[in-house]
């Protein structure tokens, strides 16, 4: 968590960049894969790569097995094009460490 995350990773797969992001889906109780994953808007490239996310997801599953994580985009961003300027980029990160610590925490998850 003390790493920023690399340049592009919104292309990358989850080894490469070393995290995934995921958020919940609409109003359900389904944590999906977060509309930044760009690597996968196709569906040839959804099932390309599932294993590799599937790895990912799974390891959150064996730690919260009350959360119902999916295989399953929760959207597109269509005018993003994965890479942040330096401020998104700060605020996003902000954003994204506070959710996770947000999340350990109501989770009374330890790393």
């Known amino acids: 968590m003390n790493e920023l995350p690399?340049?592009?990773w919104t292309s990358k797969l989850p080894e490469e960049s070393g995290f995934l992001t995921m958020q919940r889906f609409r109003n359900t109780s389904n944590i999906c894969i977060g509309e930044s994953n760009k690597l996968i808007y196709s569906d040839d490239n959804m099932e390309k790569y599932e294993s590799s996310y599937m790895k990912f997801i799974?390891?959150?599953k064996a730690k919260c097995p009350?959360?119902?994580f999916v295989y399953k985009l929760v959207g597109?961003?269509?005018?993003f094009n994965g890479n942040f300027n330096t401020e998104g980029q700060n605020l996003m990160e902000n954003i994204i460490k506070s959710e996770i610590?947000?999340?350990?925490?109501?989770?009374?998850?330890?790393?």
């Open 76 to 79: 597109i961003k269509s005018n």
């Open 66 to 68: 009350n959360i119902n």
């Open 58 to 60: 799974n390891v959150a």
């Open 101 to 111: 610590i947000k999340f350990l925490n109501e989770n009374n998850i330890k790393l």
């Open 6 to 8: 690399r340049k592009n």
